[in-house]
């Protein structure tokens, strides 16, 4: 799969490409710390779940681990997608067909210096082709707390939170005190 897209709001000129094993240097080379300055407060709001964002007294800076997610590199029920502005790999996210009959997304990331540029909107873009070519038509994802600028790029693509685990992340070294967030969309 090959899209090129025109940022309407930059002028960039983004091309998403479907990641092979020839590709395969590109996957998870992307940043993996960003700076946490905000938590996301999940709460009811009538029947359904809206989040306030509370800045930390002490702000830090929180390294992500990378997933492997090379294993998924030519399954039928999952792909790989990495976003260049030129020569310069600049986003990526993974899919995956889940036993829910849904399309799981993860690992959504774009360079800090191209956040805002429509990057992430184009990658999202790609995930909703693939989960309907799949014959998909609800998307899931699962964010934490301390990905303020996730969580607010999924509410504003249109996702609704679901569900959030306080305890989920307990076992996860550095995540402890995380809550995880699930987000849907039906497309």
């Not at 399954?75 to 976003?83: P, Q, S, T, V």
């Not at 956040?115 to 873009?125: N, P, Q, R, S, V």
Request: charged share 20%.
């Amino acid at each position: 799969m090959y899209h090129m897209l025109m940022s309407q709001t930059t002028g960039l000129d983004i091309r998403i490409v479907q990641a092979t094993p020839e590709l395969a240097s590109y996957v998870d080379s992307l940043r993996t710390s960003f700076v946490v300055k905000a938590r996301i407060k999940v709460s009811m709001c009538g029947d359904d779940y809206d989040f306030d964002v509370d800045s930390v007294e002490h702000p830090y800076e929180k390294s992500v681990a990378g997933t492997p997610d090379l294993s998924y590199l030519g399954k039928n029920d999952a792909a790989i997608y990495l976003a260049f502005v030129g020569d310069q790999l600049v986003g990526q996210v993974c899919v995956q067909e889940d036993h829910n009959n849904m399309a799981r997304v993860w690992g959504l990331r774009v360079e800090h210096g191209h956040l805002h540029h429509g990057i992430a909107t184009a990658l999202m873009g790609t995930v909703r082709e693939w989960a309907l070519g799949h014959g998909l038509h609800w998307l899931r994802a699962e964010t934490q707390d301390v990905h303020v600028t996730a969580c607010m790029f999924f509410r504003d693509y249109g996702f609704v939170i679901g569900g959030f685990d306080r305890l989920y992340l307990q076992a996860t070294p550095g995540c402890e005190d995380e809550t995880a967030i699930a987000w849907y969309l039906q497309i």
